[in-house]
């Protein structure tokens, strides 16, 4: 498994991450929200006993990418983690089809890959490694509006996950899988923020690219 003892874990994000955190920043217990965050520390701590692992969650509930790297500074950069997660982008394509009078409120493409960009270049050697999190609609139905524009938004996260030597986590193909045997009401009623099998998913494709045994013994 990548993490070390002592390493500190940033996620930063918006709704999906925080989940009820503790603001500015969430730590311990409650303070890290009810999302897959919490479980993500929770299966570190039970699977890794011989670890001690920081889990630190950044997320705050309507942030777009431009609003995370607003805060960027404060709620990652100064806390000196040793790992940073981004999952950031939901808001930045919904906000096209829920407050279409409001131009001012969706992120356009080119700026969501430039407000990426700089908060991976600020990271740069700084920490062992960064995660990308693509944002998703849970949606079968490619050809629909918001899951065909919220996929072009997770291309961005690919492409500058390569470019940066990012950890890729692909969340969209994550629910994608589980919808070939459930429909999307079965983890979010609004096909965005997940319950706790929705947040497991979630949890279970972070780690599943961390080198995580899930039948490790102790």
């Not at 070390?4 to 969430?26: E, K």
């Not at 006993?49 to 942030?63: A, D, H, K, M």
């Not at 919808?179 to 099998?197: C, E, G, V």
């Amino acid at each position: 498994m990548i993490f070390q003892d002592m390493d500190r874990i940033v996620f930063a994000g918006d709704s999906i991450t925080d989940m009820y955190s503790a603001q500015p920043v969430g730590e311990i217990g409650d303070g890290l929200g009810a999302g897959y965050v919490r479980i993500v520390d929770s299966l570190l701590s039970a699977v890794y006993p011989e670890l001690s692992i920081r889990i630190t969650n950044s997320g705050v509930g309507g942030n777009t990418s431009r609003d995370l790297l607003k805060r960027w500074e404060r709620d990652c950069l100064a806390l000196e983690p040793q790992w940073v997660s981004i999952c950031i982008g939901i808001n930045d394509a919904w906000r096209q089809f829920d407050a279409p009078a409001f131009k001012e409120m969706p992120v356009s493409l080119a700026e969501y890959e430039d407000n990426l960009e700089k908060m991976l270049e600020s990271l740069k050697g700084r920490v062992k490694g960064t995660f990308i999190l693509t944002p998703y609609y849970i949606e079968r139905e490619k050809s629909e509006r918001l899951r065909s524009k919220m996929d072009e938004y997770g291309q961005i996260c690919k492409k500058l996950a390569q470019r940066h030597g990012s950890i890729f986590v692909d969340l969209q193909a994550a629910f994608d899988s589980f919808l070939k045997y459930k429909h999307s009401t079965f983890l979010a009623i609004d096909r965005i923020h997940p319950n706790q099998i929705g947040a497991v998913i979630i949890a279970r494709a972070f780690l599943a690219e961390c080198g995580f045994d899930f039948n490790r013994k102790i």
